[in-house]
């Protein structure tokens, strides 16, 4: 049965600083979802792969070089079956790269569901994840109730990149097995009825 297939992921890391702490994050939960077996993951660092950030006139194709930026993300989250976003806060919102992905796809995550992991300073990258869930709405895609959070993300982890608190742990399976009920049946219904509302 379809439903058995393994979910392919994608864990789109929106945090592309210099210096940034992202990596140790999503290098955790990539961790977390492929030792389940039943996940896949494609890591969409999009400091690996920065895409355009200056949005053609309507109807105008885009030049080569900025299609192929593209190219290196957009088949990637069109292939996922569901995504967990990586993301830290900055002012109260999320990181201006992961809002340019977003703003640059829109079938690519209809009728999918997003899990957050989130990390900042005093906050946990709580309200990052609050307007996340807005936008991603608009989308048409569903949210995931249950997140992981880290305040004060740089000092949370040991040398080995791993949360000094188990209850971080135990929150990500929560969140993996909740993103895993949602997906399979959207997976078999976008197949069955592809997204076109
Ligand atoms: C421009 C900027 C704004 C920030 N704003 C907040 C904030 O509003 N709330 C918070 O808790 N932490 C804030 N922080 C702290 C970051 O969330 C924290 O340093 C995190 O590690 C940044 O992720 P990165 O290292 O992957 O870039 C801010 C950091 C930066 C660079």
Known sequence: MSTEQNLDVAVVLGSTRNGR???VVADWLIGHLEARGDMTADLVDLAATPLPTVMPSWGVELPEQERELLAAVSPRLAAADAFVFVTPEYNHSFPAPLKNAIDWHNQQWHGKPIAFVSYGGLSGGLRAVEQLRVVMAELNAV?????VSFHGAAQAFDTDGKPKDPA????????????DWWARPLRDARRARPFTV
């Open 168 to 179: 971080a742990d135990a929150a990500a399976k929560t969140m993996l097995d909740q993103l």
């Open 143 to 147: 949210t995931i109730r249950n997140t």
């Open 21 to 23: 702490f992202g990596p």
